[in-house]
């Protein structure tokens, strides 16, 4: 029997926080910014939703009615408490992704989100969140993904296999996560307190080490230690999106559109010269050192005019 799990973590929840790049009303300035019609939120997807505050948030203050999974039992509880408290309708299950995927129940979405989810999870479960994209999101409608991202996590890579790999060692298993994550930070003290040469190469390590001995421990569990754990470039990510006919819209952090913020002169001189959207993302990546993207895609994107934009974004 396969496991519905399939290597994911389930034995502690996740920390409860609320998520504004879930919300679809946001996702309509970026869309008229970027020249493109907006699509009516109707029906509004969030797959892993954690404790589901962002879910039951958007849920009772919009008319869009919304479906989430969670796989997690006690995550699932906690929408479930949080929807009755608030009244709103919300479809709340507690499916693996191929489960939910299989519902014929939901309807069609005009947007779905994912945060948290894509980086953390196998690569089958990321063929299955694809296909459910390309059946379920609606022609028009918006994707929200957001994933740890390459080059940033290059140099911490390595640090992160060493915490997992001892927590996961076989004298560890008779204790509970937490203990073997405090083992495993206690572990790394020691092992960059010889000034290991991959240390002296990236000296970054100390000052990421103390701030994840300060994080919640429900955190790290989800953020490092699960069985899976892919930071991507931005290319990857588009070509495992391909089959769900999607295209990249726009970053979901606003203050990624002010380039003047982010980039020095000669490097947005050197990103204008690049017609193509998709290497200009992967070029800007690699010139800021991007550690995590948020993103908005969309299917079949319909274009305004000028004029239609200018007068939608007019206040």
């Known amino acids: 029997m396969t496991d519905r799990t399939d290597g994911y973590l389930t034995d502690i929840g996740y920390t409860h926080g609320y998520y504004a790049e879930l919300n679809p009303l946001r996702a309509r300035l970026a869309l008229l910014n970027a020249g493109l019609k907006v699509p009516q939120m109707g029906a509004a997807c969030e797959l892993g939703f954690g404790q589901g505050l962002s879910l039951n948030i958007h849920a009772a203050a919009s008319a869009t009615r919304w479906h989430g999974t969670d796989i997690i039992a006690d995550h699932a509880a906690t929408a ?7 009244g709103a309708a919300v479809g709340i299950c507690q499916d693996s992704f191929e489960e939910f995927g299989a519902r014929h129940d939901l309807p069609a979405f005009d947007y779905i989100g994912l945060h948290g989810v894509w980086t953390w999870i196998s690569d089958r479960n990321r063929a299955v969140i694809v296909d459910f994209v390309r059946r379920k999101l609606k022609p028009g409608g918006v994707l929200y993904i957001d994933y740890n991202t390459l080059p940033g996590w290059t140099g911490v890579s390595p640090l992160r296999h060493l915490l997992v790999e001892h927590a996961h060692r076989t004298d ?5 996560i937490v203990e073997r994550i405090d083992d495993a930070l206690t572990f790394s003290d020691r092992l960059l307190a010889t000034n290991p040469e991959y240390l002296r190469e990236n000296p970054q390590l100390l000052e990421r080490l103390k701030t994840l001995k300060k994080e919640d421990r429900r955190y790290l569990a989800h953020e490092y230690f699960n069985h899976d754990w892919a930071p991507m470039h931005f290319a990857t990510v588009q070509r495992w999106l391909e089959p769900a006919a999607v295209s990249y819209i726009c970053s979901a952090d606003f203050a990624d559109h002010v380039e003047a913020l982010n980039l020095s002169e000669p490097q947005r001189r050197l990103l204008g010269e690049i017609d193509d ?3 200009r993302q992967s070029v800007r990546d690699f010139l800021i ?3 995590f993207r948020r993103d908005y895609w969309i ?5 305004l005019s000028d004029a239609e934009r200018a007068d939608a974004l007019r206040p």
């Open 277 to 279: 959207p998709g290497f």
């Open 80 to 86: 479930r408490q949080l929807a009755a408290a608030s």
């Open 299 to 303: 299917k079949g994107a319909a274009k």
């Open 289 to 291: 050192n991007q550690h």
């Open 172 to 176: 560890a298993q008779d204790r509970g």
